[in-house]
T-cell receptor, first 113, second 115 residues
Framework: AQSVTQLGSHVSVSEGALVLLRCNYS??????LFWYVQYPNQGLQLLLK??????LVKGINDFEAEFKKSETSFHLTKPSAHMSDAAEYFC???????????FGAGTRLFVKA | GAVVSQHPSRVICKSGTSVKIECRSL??????MFWYRQFPKQSLMLMAT?????????EQGVEKDKFLINHASLTLSTLTVTSAHPEDSSFYIC???????????FGPGTRLTVT
């Protein structure tokens, strides 16, 4: 079975500050890991994905995440927050057969001017 | 590439009626489509998985007679909410994948309001 835990339902940062959104996973098989962003009343947009290649994954809009097997973590970072980054972020895990994707509860990112 | 559309984007229906939501993969063949439900300020809950030409596989607790899923072609899946009630009001999102890839491509969602 697989599961995802996102630490912090809300994160608030100032514009220009570092963004860090935490995600820990549990998986009995090598996982595929994803970060998605969702703006109000919209679907999910893929930010980046880990599929067993490089452990440091770079995505769109300067987001990146590092897969750390020893810590079972896949935290999302961005060096400098923009107001437009304010949204809901979901970490997700897959790879445990059936092609299902398990989503975390989500983290709402607030960016202060 | 890999665009998924949903129609309608918003629908309001009266209690007791049925409503159909379409999910289309516009530029690829979707061997598998997924239907999710999302309540306000919550995560996505997988409702069912459908493979083209096969019956959908529903998650535990999801009424298959209420949420009818049809995946008749490699580019179209439909979700029909039958005899809708106000508690069925929600944001419904579909996604699609192809082949052996684990990456899913998401539609923009459909906001259903049952009055």
């Amino acid at each position: 079975a697989q599961s995802v835990t996102q630490l912090g339902s809300h994160v608030s940062v100032s514009e220009g500050a570092l963004v860090l959104l935490r995600c820990n996973y549990s998986s009995s098989v090598p996982p595929y890991l994803f970060w998605y962003v969702q703006y109000p009343n919209q679907g999910l947009q893929l930010l980046l994905k880990y599929t067993s290649a490089a452990t440091l994954v770079k995505g769109i809009n300067d987001f990146e995440a590092e897969f750390k097997k020893s810590e079972t973590s896949f935290h999302l970072t961005k060096p400098s927050a923009h107001m437009s980054d304010a949204a809901e972020y979901f970490c997700a895990v897959s790879g445990d057969g059936g092609f299902k994707t398990i989503f975390g509860a989500g983290t709402r990112l607030f960016v202060k001017a | 590439g890999a665009v998924v559309s949903q129609h309608p984007s918003r629908v309001i229906c009266k209690s007791g009626t049925s409503v159909k939501i379409e999910c289309r993969s516009l530029d690829f063949q979707a061997t598998t489509m997924f239907w999710y439900r999302q309540f306000p300020k919550q995560s996505l809950m997988l409702m069912a998985t459908s493979n083209e030409g096969s019956k959908a596989t529903y998650e535990q607790g999801v009424e298959k007679d209420k949420f009818l899923i049809n995946h008749a072609s490699l580019t179209l899946s439909t979700l029909t909410v039958t005899s809708a009630h106000p508690e069925d009001s929600s944001f419904y999102i579909c996604s699609a994948k192809t082949g052996e890839s684990y990456e899913q491509y998401f539609g923009p969602g459909t906001r259903l309001t049952v009055t």
